[in-house]
């Protein structure tokens, strides 16, 4: 038995830039992301029944890989070059549809369970690149590549996005002050409000005319807003770190204009005056988490309380994608 653990993502900012109908537009995105402390587990197991047995959400039973209804776990068993006699469980700790990059994670950890069931040699940056290659390539979805490879690598770190398809990564050189106060510091908040990310982006790659030409404008202002996010994280400026999540979530408001939204700016606008320097939605859009940083964080707990949004603790995660169970 191989069990794979794979770390969730929050974006720090140019969130956004690392899709394919941007970076190939532009020449290139840029982003900072974190890898944190809550995973998606998944179990590859011998199946003596000789067949397929998938347990997610549901459960399956499939005579060959081309039988297999999950399209994730379908393109996975057949990039790994299994056909028969496996079973793939999974579980996370945290529901998909909340905008921490689930499905990046969940790709990630199938594809390292299965490489190891079959003894195959792969670095963390080479899983990274194959998840993208399935969920952008073979089965097309509108999503961009931060979330497979935070996944896989782990650590804060930054991400430019080339056209044509390349993508360079790098730590982020924080001092120990800076890292200990930003794990401190930075708090989510569940709206309760889940939607698949992919819907939520293939309304904005639909976009055309003066439409698409105002959307390309905000990401070039989000990517530079990435570039001062990693300034004002090397730099220490933590305080500065903040106002810059708000810039970001002002510009996904501007792309994004909802009803659900509008909820969304109204508990970030009650954050900051609760203390928050600063706050955002994490992922796509259209629910899912608020991310602050607050220096003092009583107030604004409670005042999130209130609101009726649970708090989740986190902590960033350094390892990336592991191999935790082998045997």
Not at 23 to 50: P, S, W
């Amino acid at each position: 038995m191989i069990i794979t653990r794979t770390p969730l993502r929050i974006s720090l900012g140019g969130g956004g830039t690392d899709l394919p109908s941007y970076y190939e537009r532009a020449g290139h995105g840029f982003l900072i992301a974190a890898a944190i402390t809550k995973y998606v587990y998944i179990a590859v197991n011998q199946n003596f029944d000789d067949d397929i047995l998938l347990k997610y959400s549901s459960i399956e039973r499939a005579a060959t890989v081309d039988d297999v209804n999950h399209p994730l776990l379908r393109e996975c068993l057949r990039s790994t070059g299994m056909q028969q006699g496996i079973e793939i469980s999974s579980m996370a700790d945290i529901p998909t549809g909340t905008g921490l990059g689930s499905s990046g994670s969940f790709t990630v950890g199938v594809l390292k369970a299965l490489h190891m069931y079959r003894h195959h040699g792969m670095s963390n940056a080479d899983l990274a690149a194959e998840a993208c290659r399935i969920e952008i390539e073979q089965l097309g979805e509108p999503v961009g590549k931060q979330d497979q490879y935070i996944a896989a690598l782990g650590g804060i770190r930054a991400f430019t996005f080339n056209a044509g398809g390349t993508v360079i990564h790098e730590p982020v050189a924080l001092s120990a002050t800076t890292r200990n106060e930003l794990e401190e510091n930075l708090l989510l908040f569940y709206t309760g409000v889940r939607r698949s990310a992919s819907d939520v982006l293939a309304e904005e790659r639909g976009h055309t005319g003066a439409a698409s030409s105002n959307l390309s404008d905000n990401l070039d202002q989000t990517r530079d807003l990435g570039y001062r996010t990693l300034e004002a994280l090397q730099s220490g400026d933590l305080g500065k770190f903040g106002t810059l999540l708000t810039e970001q979530w002002e510009l996904k408001y501007a792309r994004q204009r909802n009803a659900t939204h509008d909820r969304v700016d109204q508990l970030i606008r009650q954050g900051i005056t609760a203390g928050a320097a600063g706050g955002k939605l994490i992922g796509a859009g259209g629910g899912g988490f608020l991310m602050f940083y607050a220096d003092h964080k009583a107030h604004l707990r409670r005042t999130m309380a209130d609101e009726g949004l649970a708090e989740l603790r986190f902590r960033v995660d350094d390892e990336g994608s592991a191999v935790t169970v082998t045997h």
